[in-house]
């Protein structure tokens, strides 16, 4: 038995997932390593695994983790699967986020975010990213929780507390994709939210999408004076500028036009976010749906300046 112990790294490894949730397993619903050799760390037995398989596969599916671990206790031969596990297990009392027709990710991420349990929301995010890539993960993970949390509050004016945690656990988990990507070219793509525009996240998943796929860029964030922007586009040359505006309240169109007359006005205007109107958006600013164009209209721009000229 000895042999097929396994360490926590090594289970972390094979479950995909951090030895800190091992860590928070073992603690919080007595999913533990159960080998013990005397002046040993404790290892994980095959029937240890076997636990932890069925826990990692009903949370994934969307189970509460303290009902996951209830199922996981009886051993893998009696637990349901699928749609069945989560009618089986039943769901947290309270009020729910609602992530439309959004898969299981999406409402265990959910389930993690009422929970506040920031350590499954930032491991689902890392892991999606890891798996799906940015843009993947931003529409079909990220985007549904956030929208139902805004939901949620427009009805209830409650969730504030779980907004927050879950947007720093996705600021954090898109900024350490954009760091692990560290793109070698030059910041050819500038990316400011609209003044007094604070909602940021859409415009730092774009960010970490062109980390991923090699094109540099230079954030601002969030509320970006007109002036400090025009600034910033003059002393650095973008080939592209992405202006983010979450509302109308702040989408004004006066922002682009100053983009345009700037002294080295960019090759692209990018106006992105709901809060743009396309009918009164200036000449030669391009609006784009969603954040794959965006990512796609900016990366062919950049492409096209760092593109030799033809002999």
């Keep these: 038995m000895a042999d097929?112990?396994?360490?926590?790294?090594?289970?972390?490894?094979?479950?995909?997932?951090?030895?800190?949730?091992?860590?928070?397993?073992?603690?919080?619903?007595?999913?533990?390593?159960?080998?013990?050799?005397?002046?040993h760390h404790r290892r994980y037995t095959p029937a240890d695994l076997a636990r932890l398989e069925v826990m990692r596969r009903l949370t994934a599916e969307g189970v509460a983790p303290a009902e996951a671990a209830r199922w996981a206790r009886q051993g893998p031969d009696v637990v349901p699967s699928g749609a069945s596990a989560r009618t089986a297990v039943g769901r947290d009392g309270g009020p729910t986020i609602p992530v439309g027709?959004?898969?299981?990710?999406?409402?265990?991420?959910?389930?993690?975010?009422?929970?506040?349990?920031?350590?499954?929301?930032?491991e689902t995010i890392a892991r999606a990213i890891a798996t799906d890539g940015v843009v993947a993960t931003w529409d079909g993970l990220l985007r549904p929780v956030l929208v139902g949390i805004g939901e949620r509050h427009d009805a209830t004016g409650g969730l504030v507390e779980v907004e927050h945690l879950v947007s720093r656990c996705v600021s954090e988990a898109l900024a350490a994709a954009a760091r692990a990507a560290a793109p070698p070219g030059p910041p050819r793509i500038l990316l400011a939210c609209a003044d007094e525009e604070q909602h940021s996240l859409p415009l730092e998943a774009l960010a970490a999408a062109l980390a991923?796929?090699?094109?540099?860029?230079?954030?601002?964030?969030?509320?970006?004076?007109?002036?400090?922007?025009?600034?910033?586009?003059?002393?650095?040359?973008?080939?592209?500028?992405v202006l983010w505006s979450h509302t109308r309240t702040?989408?004004?169109?006066?922002?682009?036009?100053?983009?345009?007359?700037?002294?080295?006005?960019?090759?692209l205007v990018l106006a992105a976010g709901p809060g743009w109107r396309a009918d009164t958006l200036p000449a030669g600013v391009v609006r784009p749906v969603d954040l794959s164009e965006a990512l796609a209209l900016a990366v062919a721009v950049r492409d096209a300046l760092d593109r030799p000229a033809a002999s």
Excluded at 110 to 118: F, G, K
Excluded at 216 to 227: C, E, I, K, S
Excluded at 250 to 267: N, S
């Design 4 to 39: 097929e112990a396994l360490s926590a790294g090594a289970v972390a490894r094979r479950l995909g997932v951090a030895v800190t949730t091992l860590r928070t397993w073992h603690q919080r619903y007595g999913l533990g390593p159960s080998e013990h050799v005397p002046g």
């Design 250 to 267: 702040t989408a004004d169109p006066d922002q682009l036009a100053a983009l345009l007359a700037a002294h080295r006005r960019p090759l």
């Design 212 to 241: 991923e796929v090699g094109a540099g860029y230079r954030m601002l964030g969030a509320r970006v004076p007109v002036p400090a922007l025009l600034e910033a586009v003059n002393r650095t040359g973008p080939a592209a500028v």
């Design 101 to 122: 027709r959004a898969g299981p990710a999406a409402r265990g991420l959910a389930r993690a975010a009422m929970r506040l349990d920031s350590v499954v929301i930032s």
